[in-house]
């Protein structure tokens, strides 16, 4: 099976810098998109960043010009670096990868247990 394991979560105080890493094992044939989405308390889960194998990447605009999405296609891996935290950016962090699972045929979407980044003075 496919899991997805994501890291670098916790608290930070605003203007601060985190980054998540998310590291994608199991039987792996191929990933297509990576990307990262959130949820605050209350609120509906949204794209954060997106990036697809060739490196083209996609950014809401809450976080353009403070988060930056990369990969490591050699070791399944994507991260998203976050600078200039603001409060408004707290919420739960989920890491998702589109995986072409080997012998199936068949790409899945699927999703990591989450993290927990909370910015706070």
């Known amino acids: 099976q496919v899991q997805l394991v994501e890291s670098g979560g916790g608290l930070v105080q605003p203007g601060g810098s985190l980054r998540l890493s998310c590291a994608v094992s199991g039987r792996i044939f191929s990933i297509n998109v990576m990307g990262w989405y959130r949820q605050a308390p209350g609120k509906e889960r949204e794209l954060v960043a997106a990036?697809?194998?060739?490196?083209?990447?996609n950014y809401a605009d809450s976080v353009k010009g403070r988060f930056t999405i990369s990969r490591d296609n050699a070791k399944d891996t994507v991260y998203l670096q976050m600078n200039s935290l603001k409060p408004e950016d707290t919420a739960v962090y989920y890491c998702n990868a589109d995986v072409g699972v080997a012998g199936s045929g068949r790409y899945l979407e699927v999703w990591g247990q989450g993290t927990l980044v909370t910015v706070s003075s």
């Open positions: 990036i697809a194998s060739g490196g083209s990447t």
